[in-house]
């Protein structure tokens, strides 16, 4: 004769089930963070940390020059309707203005920026600036998104350096 089941059987099964839904998530959230993570947070990253002291140094030294940068983006006054501004980008012109310690304007530079996605990668791009005059260096950027853009502004004359990062943003 068969004997019938007790009641309750089946609650260790809604254990096993809520363990197996831990499981599963856990493998779906492990495979997202691999494939959108590729591991590399800064580049060269040993070269740069046997270089700490000397960037240090830079850094007081550059500190010490006083340099001051103000970066601006102007859009392209004559840019084409929304929809061709769309599939050509923001076009503009990136101007940093360059002063010593006493606001005397800065001559003799060789200056280029990056400017950078901070949300999104791919999509850094490089601009050459030229001397405009006044402390002024200009150069045409076409940024294909519209918002928040890190500007790295690198300057050199000599054997003086000097960087600065801005956050302008693109319309």
Not at 45 to 62: D, E, M, S, V
Request: proline letters at 5%; charged letters at 25%.
């Amino acid at each position: 004769m068969r004997r019938a089941r007790a009641d309750g059987w089946w609650y260790p099964w809604i254990f096993v089930l809520g363990m197996l839904v831990v499981i599963a998530v856990n493998i779906v959230l492990i495979t997202s963070a691999i494939d959108t993570f590729p591991g590399l947070d800064t580049e060269d990253a040993y070269q740069k940390g046997l270089a700490y002291n000397q960037t240090i140094a830079a850094a007081r030294a550059q500190e010490a020059r006083g340099w001051q940068a103000d970066v601006r983006y102007a859009p392209r006054a004559d840019a084409a309707s929304a929809a061709g501004r769309e599939a050509a980008g923001h076009e503009g012109e990136l101007v940093v203005t360059l002063r010593d310690k006493a606001g005397e304007p800065l001559y003799g530079l060789d200056v280029d920026a990056a400017l950078i996605r901070p949300t999104r990668s791919g999509l850094d791009t490089r601009v050459s600036l030229q001397p405009a005059g006044n402390g002024e260096y200009r150069g045409e950027a076409i940024l294909p998104l519209p918002g928040q853009w890190d500007v790295r502004v690198f300057a050199r004359r000599g054997n003086e350096d000097f960087q600065a990062t801005r956050r302008i943003m693109v319309q």
